[in-house]
């Protein structure tokens, strides 16, 4: 098994070396550079079509992408500690979390990423109203996790979960392209603040 990795701020791998170091689990890794545009090189787009990366290449060739997918294989093989839940409410409210974070944070953060952000300013069809007109739907969409974590520890409930790795690089991440937390988000900040003291979170 050879997982396709690329360092931070990249969220998707990182969400994968999270998974793996809240299970324990020793992934054999090859780099693959963004800023070196790897991802596009014809071997790689073999392997993954979409030229992105993560991926995790099984020892008999076959290609598992999208960083989901790669947690839900490794949570297969390894199914302690759950991250995915095991009860049926447990696995729809991790599913339901990780969703949110997926539809309603991500898009407008890779919206200014990709149209505002100085590493992202050879990329065609380059935008930079569109990338500004989302930074207010990134703050609103933090507000939102914000409000949600009001009552309780975790994103999907009480226990950490597949849905706080998706938040923690999502907010990672946004903070590095510039449109991090809101200041007066305190309970996600609390929440930032207690995920990121995991010893996985320095993956
Ligand atoms: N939905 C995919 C997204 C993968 C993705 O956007 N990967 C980024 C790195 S975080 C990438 O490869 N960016 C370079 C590019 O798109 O060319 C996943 O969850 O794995």
Redesign the pocket.
């Known amino acids: 098994m050879l997982f396709y990795d690329?360092p931070n701020p990249?969220?998707?791998?990182?969400?994968v070396r999270i998974f793996a170091a809240e299970k324990g689990i020793d992934l054999p890794a090859r780099e693959?550079s963004?800023p070196k545009?790897e991802?596009?090189a014809p071997d790689y787009v073999a392997k993954n079509p979409?030229?992105?990366?993560?991926i995790l290449e099984l020892d008999d060739g076959t290609v598992i992408?999208?960083?989901?997918?790669?947690m839900r294989y490794l949570e297969a093989l390894h199914p302690d500690p759950p991250m995915f839940g095991t009860t049926p409410l447990e696995i729809a409210e991790i599913e339901m979390w990780s969703r949110r974070v997926?539809m309603i944070a991500m898009p407008p953060i890779?919206a200014v990423w990709v149209h505002t952000h100085p590493f992202t300013a050879a990329l065609p069809g380059r935008n930079a109203e569109w990338g500004e007109a989302n930074r207010p739907r990134v703050a609103e969409a933090f507000r939102f996790f914000d409000q949600s974590l009001a009552d309780r520890d975790f994103l999907a409930g009480p226990a950490y979960s597949a849905a706080d790795i998706l938040l923690l690089t999502t907010a990672d991440?946004a903070e590095f392209v510039g449109c991090g937390m809101p200041e007066d988000c305190e309970n996600l900040r609390g929440w930032h603040e207690h995920v990121s003291a995991r010893p996985s979170a320095k993956a």
């Open positions: 690329s990249a969220p998707n791998p990182r969400r693959v963004i545009r991802q596009k979409r030229g992105q990366t993560p992408a999208e960083s989901v997918a790669i997926e890779a991440f």
